[in-house]
């Protein structure tokens, strides 16, 4: 079973940048599909970003798409997710989770972290 542990949340100004970072353990890693989501408080959990197990293939959310970059680095069991041009309704908890395939419904998603707190100031 693999856990993963994210990081790099933070407090930022409308316009400023974060790196996220999850962690997994376990040699299984890399077998898996990647992806983020985020929660904001009183919504539903949505989809940001999804990585596939070589790293070859990505999809984003529409909301995001040209802003964040997704991407893995297997020889350390990490996938990152890169945030520019942060905008207020970034403003959520952000959880990676794993998946065999590309996906994008939280459904298909499991081993989820703990999340990290993101606030984009305006």
């Known amino acids: 079973q693999v856990q993963l542990v994210e990081s790099g949340g933070g407090l930022v100004q409308a316009g400023g940048s974060l790196r996220l970072s999850c962690v997994g353990s376990?040699?299984?890693?890399?077998?898996?599909?990647m992806g983020w989501f985020r929660q904001a408080s009183g919504k539903e959990r949505e989809f940001v970003a999804a990585?596939?197990?070589?790293?070859?293939?990505?999809l984003y959310a529409d909301s995001v798409k040209g802003r964040f970059t997704i991407s893995r680095d297997n020889a350390k069991n990490t996938v990152s997710l890169q945030m520019n041009s942060l905008k207020p309704e970034d403003t959520a908890v952000y959880y990676c989770?794993?998946?065999?395939?590309?996906?994008?419904?939280?459904?298909?998603?499991?081993?989820w972290g703990q999340g990290t707190q993101v606030t984009v100031s305006s």
């Open positions: 989770a794993l998946a065999w395939g590309l996906r994008q419904d939280p459904a298909d998603f499991g081993s």
């Open positions: 376990g040699r299984t890693f890399s077998s898996y599909a």
């Open positions: 990585i596939s197990w070589s790293g070859g293939s990505t």
